[in-house]
C-alpha cells in the first residue's frame, strides 16, 4: 500500500491508477484506447487520480469516466485552470465537475514545484502509475519522466503508454498558420495571408 494511505478492509480489493503524460500527442485516438487497455485490468471499483492536465491527464479522465469509475483530482494550485491552454479548460471544468473529490493543493501560483507537488501527492495515492510517455527526460521538474523516475524508486508499478509528441519544429509551423513569411533585407516579416 503506497504511503499516506489510511488502510481499510477494502484496500485488498482497490487498485488506485495515477496518470501522468505529455500535454501535447500525436495519436490521442490511439492513446486513449491504449489507457482503456490498461484500465480494463485494474480491478473494481476503478479509482483514477489526475492533475486534469491538458493531454494524457483528460485522456485518462475521459476513460476513467467512461469505465464507470470514480475521478480524484489533485489541482496544483489555485490559479491552474488560468495557466491551463484554452483549448483545455472547457474539458477541464466538465472533468472537475464529475470528480468524485478535488484536492486543490495551498499554492497560488502554479509553477514547476507546484506540478512536482502534485505528482507526489498523486503518488503517495496510488498503486499503479500509468505513463503516457515518449522515453524522453523531463522537460522540468515534475514532468513525466521524473514522476516515472520516482515511482520505480517508491516501488509503485509503472505501466507506460508509449507516445509520440508533436516535433518543436511541427508545433512551431502549427503556430505560424496563417502567416506567409518574406525576406526583407536582414529578416523575416509575417503579413497576413
Not at 480491478?43 to 483528460?58: C, K, N
Not at 489541482?75 to 491552474?80: A, M, N, Q
Request: charge should be positive.
Amino acid at each position: 500500500m503506497p504511503a499516506g494511505r489510511a488502510s481499510s478492509a477494502t484496500d485488498a480489493e482497490l487498485t488506485i491508477v495515477a496518470v501522468t503524460g505529455h500535454r501535447s500527442l500525436t495519436d490521442a485516438a490511439g492513446i486513449r484506447q491504449s489507457i482503456a487497455t490498461v484500465l480494463s485490468t485494474v480491478e473494481r471499483p476503478l479509482i483514477g487520480i489526475t492533475a486534469l492536465a491538458a493531454g494524457a491527464d483528460q485522456l485518462f479522465a475521459d476513460v476513467v469516466l467512461g469505465l464507470g469509475g470514480e475521478l480524484h483530482v489533485i489541482v496544483p494550485g489555485r490559479d491552474y485552470r488560468a495557466a491551463l491552454p484554452a483549448r483545455a479548460r472547457a474539458a477541464f471544468d466538465r472533468y472537475l465537475a464529475a470528480a468524485t473529490t478535488v484536492t486543490t493543493l495551498e499554492i497560488a501560483v502554479v509553477n514547476t514545484d507546484a506540478y512536482l507537488a502534485a505528482g507526489l501527492a498523486m503518488l503517495d495515492r496510488c498503486d499503479l502509475l500509468v505513463a503516457v510517455w515518449d522515453g524522453e527526460a523531463s522537460r522540468g521538474v515534475g514532468g513525466t519522466a521524473d514522476l516515472v523516475r520516482r515511482a520505480h524508486e517508491r516501488g509503485t508499478e509503472v505501466r507506460v503508454i508509449p507516445a509520440t509528441r508533436p516535433s518543436r519544429r511541427s508545433s512551431e509551423r502549427r503556430a505560424h498558420r496563417g502567416h506567409h513569411h518574406r525576406r526583407t533585407g536582414g529578416g523575416s516579416q509575417a503579413t497576413e495571408q
